[in-house]
């Protein structure tokens, strides 16, 4: 199962195929913002498109981009929990390795630690079973947040959870013009990453193929009232990247 669907997918269970992981991103029509796209389970309407232009060369003078080699899965896998943040403990067949090392500023390195811990939160949330959960609400806002919360329920709804490594590669950040805000793009890598039906334990295997491979973009803010706390905004998700796939 793929916990982030590609643009204009939403996220959902893995039943007809790799969508995205279960952290893609979709927008509302209403809302100018929304994230990461998961695979969407069967019925799931996939004709909403994202209106996330604003996320596309919002870029400003700085940019930084994460450093080469692959990080231990093991490490990966936990997270950065802090004190007084929620737990986003995965059980051990749920495997996601971030891959790139962090900016040398300070500020674009916390937004891209919170970014991925968003994207392990919708992970946490799909294991838990929980549209609720505590995780995806304490790293998002707004759009984001609702987006998370929906992704999860058709998760539920589906009756999927996920296994398998899901690998994100190839970060960079860059501020978004004169305000405080970072956007955080990395690619994605779901080939291995599968959905598994919560009650007969059955895993949906895919092939891999152009349709793994997704770029992340999340566009970043930090919390009120602590430097450290980044949320997401807004998040769009491509489906198809081929320059992710070199």
Known sequence: MDPFPSVGTVLGCPATGRASLPFPHEQYEKEPHRGPS??????????????????????????????????????SDKGKEKEGRPSLKLPGDVQLAFESSPPSDSGHAAALADAENYIRALAHGIVAQDPEDEAHQFYSEGAARQYAKEQIQQWVDGEWTATGKDRYYLAETADVGKSKGVLVTMCRNQAEYFGKNVKTGKVERTEESIKSYQKFSLLMRPAQGADEHWVVQQIEVQGEVKECKG
Request: glycine share 24%.
């Open 38 to 75: 998961h695979p969407a389970p069967r019925g799931a309407d996939r004709s909403r498109r994202p209106h996330l232009d604003r996320l596309r060369g919002v870029g400003g003078a700085r940019r930084h981009q994460g450093g080469g080699g692959p990080a231990s899965a093991g490490a």
